[in-house]
């Protein structure tokens, strides 16, 4: 059976740095989670707000579902160029501690004078064309990191499709021994309703032939299973297809396993017999670790 699942849970980070007059480490982190729809939140420093569009649209190019956090670091190396002392603040400053000395202050440590005098070349503020190259190329590093998500979302569905494959098998073996089993219902009920007539016999007057035959078919028409099971495994059959598309398809197995599910509970309520009513439950509960975890695909 082929499988081909994308998850909707995975996590990436690229990083890298921009060059220019205010030079700059970036990095991006990308990580989603289930949801119905496509839903893109962010989490961007002042100033990059212009990013948010064109970041929900490149998302929403590579993904169909899932609630994705996208959140973005930037550090200014501006900050790390070397201070500079201005000698004539220091100067000032000196001055200024040499007159307060007198009215009772402690006087002022030279560090912590030269710590007030330093000053910083300032980062010339960008102009529009300047911002346009920035987002342009912070944007590129957040494709990078979208790409990986998917990679790792791709690689978490590999996995994903190797259990619910399995799950569909054994859904499918249950069915076949379902249907074993429902053949023998009409002869065990006949039997067990012989036995009740000849449990009775002594109050009741006996029943003929034709009317315990007649009577045995009825039983058989109200817990006839073939159509049930006939939908299951058409069921199965309708998922391995879904499945071998390669497309996002949670959805639609989702609401296969509801169908999947009413018909094991019909089932079970049909069974006039103990094995087959524990067929019938274990139906049940593949069918429940089946939509658990196809609420993790995409």
């Not at 921009?18 to 989490?43: D, F, H, I, Q, Y």
């Not at 998917?150 to 494959?165: D, M, P, Q, S």
């Not at 169908?259 to 006039?272: D, I, Q, W």
């Amino acid at each position: 059976m082929t499988v081909i699942v994308t998850s909707m849970t995975g996590f990436a980070r690229a990083e890298g740095r921009l060059a220019g007059k205010t030079p700059m480490a970036w990095s991006w982190e990308a990580k989603s989670v289930n949801g119905k729809n496509l839903e893109v939140r962010m989490r961007t420093p002042h100033g990059f707000e212009g990013l948010e569009i064109p970041a929900k649209q490149a998302a929403a190019d590579l993904f169909a579902r899932g609630s994705l956090n996208l959140l973005l670091t930037v550090s200014s190396e501006t900050a790390s160029r070397e201070s500079v002392v201005d000698e004539a603040v220091l100067d000032g400053l000196i001055a200024l501690a040499a007159r307060k000395a007198g009215a009772g202050v402690a006087p002022a440590a030279l560090d912590g004078l030269m710590a007030l005098a330093q000053s910083r070349e300032a980062a010339a503020p960008l102009d529009a064309d300047a911002v346009t190259a920035r987002d342009a190329a912070l944007l590129v590093g957040l494709k990078s990191a979208l790409a990986a998500l998917a990679k790792a979302r791709r690689e978490e569905g590999a996995k994903l499709g190797v259990i619910v494959a399995d799950q569909i098998s054994t859904i499918e073996s249950l069915c076949a021994e379902a249907r074993t089993l429902a053949a023998l219902q009409p002869e065990a009920m006949k039997a067990r309703l012989l036995q009740q007539v000849q449990d009775l016999a002594k109050d009741v007057p006996a029943l003929s032939p034709d009317r315990l035959a007649q009577e045995t078919v009825m039983l058989a028409v109200k817990y006839d299973l073939r159509e049930e099971l006939d939908r299951l495994t058409a069921h199965v059959a309708q998922a391995r297809e879904i499945l071998a598309k390669g497309e996002p398809c949670g959805r639609r197995l989702d609401f296969l396993s509801q169908e999947f599910n009413r018909e094991a509970n019909t089932l079970c309520s049909k069974s006039s017999d103990l094995a087959l009513t524990r067929v019938g439950l274990g139906l049940k509960s593949v069918i429940d670790q089946f939509r658990e975890q196809i609420q993790n695909i995409e």
